[in-house]
């Protein structure tokens, strides 16, 4: 094979980087031109935008902007009446939770979804659900292949425990915890799920300043060493300014703006529609 000396060989581009160093990939999940209506209400009308491998996306707006019906739509619990999810090269008229949750979406919820009357540690060992192979018939019999399986994956949800600090009230059921509390056990059984992308629907509702910082630290922790990729909903603006990479803006089902945290707070609409701020 002859080489000509004289061309230089083309590098690889560089990954784009986050002003902390932390490597922005290609596009993971695009929302084109989703609507999605109850009867004759628009919740979504012809939104666009798309979340990309690595970062930490924020969808912001009012209430009833439409925010956590896109979650819905993205994770399959809503089927829009147009548009398309794109996910890792894979695109559908509407996302179904099933094949959500096997290709590597996980979500929170505005309002808790846990079990109750269960405990920290069993709630946790519910999102490893997908990753026990062995049948049920294996599993209730605990013995063999799937004790071992069993063993690997409470070795895994111990790992979560001890990264969200919670290994005192891993035996306690989880109706008797602090709101706050809850929400931490809520995020363990998401990422118990070894999510490529992680939705986050109002993590920090409810929580004191300290919550919200601990809850902020765990996050980027996950996006930065995890390599997680993060939507989240938050209606802290403080929070949302210091975590995340780019925001995009929902006023009544509608996008209004999309970009860092810098342009969206200058932007005009933002600031009329939902940030308040005098002109």
């Known amino acids: 094979m002859n080489v000509d000396v004289g061309q230089p060989i083309a590098a690889e581009p560089a990954p784009e980087r986050n002003p902390d160093g932390r490597a922005i990939g290609d596009v993971m999940l695009a929302v084109?031109?989703?609507?999605?209506?109850?009867?004759?209400?628009k919740a979504i009308s012809d939104v666009s935008f798309d979340i990309r491998k690595g970062e930490v996306r924020a969808i912001i707006g009012p209430n009833g902007a439409g925010k956590t019906s896109m979650l819905n739509v993205i994770n399959g619990f809503y089927h829009p009446q147009g548009g398309t999810i794109t996910f890792k090269g894979t695109r559908r008229h509407d996302m179904r939770p099933y094949i959500a949750a096997s290709q590597g979406i996980s979500r929170t919820f505005q309002n808790l979804a846990l079990f109750k009357g269960m405990s920290t540690l069993d709630n946790i060992m519910a999102g490893r659900a997908l990753k026990m192979r062995r049948g049920l018939m294996w599993q209730a019999l605990r013995w063999g292949p799937a004790l071992n399986e069993e063993i690997r994956n409470r070795e895994a949800v111990e790992k979560i425990i001890d990264f969200l600090e919670i290994q005192h009230i891993r035996k306690a059921p989880v109706g008797k915890l602090p709101y706050g509390l809850q929400k931490r056990v809520e995020l363990?059984?998401?990422?118990?799920?070894?999510?490529?992308?992680?939705?986050?629907?109002?993590?920090?509702?409810?929580?004191?300043?300290?919550e919200k910082k601990d809850m902020s630290r765990y996050i980027l922790t996950v996006n930065d060493l995890l390599g997680t990729t993060i939507a989240l909903i938050e209606h802290d603006m403080g929070v949302v300014m210091d975590i995340?990479?780019?925001?995009?803006?929902?006023?009544?089902?509608?996008?209004?703006?999309?970009?860092?945290?810098d342009e969206v707070q200058r932007d005009q609409r933002v600031i009329d529609a939902y940030l308040g701020i005098s002109h």
């Open 32 to 41: 084109e031109n989703v609507s999605l209506a109850f009867g004759g209400v």
């Open 244 to 261: 995340s990479d780019r925001v995009v803006v929902l006023e009544y089902g509608r996008k209004i703006a999309d970009g860092t945290p």
């Open 188 to 210: 363990g059984r998401a990422l118990a799920m070894e999510p490529d992308l992680l939705l986050l629907d109002e993590p920090m509702a409810g929580m004191n300043l300290e």
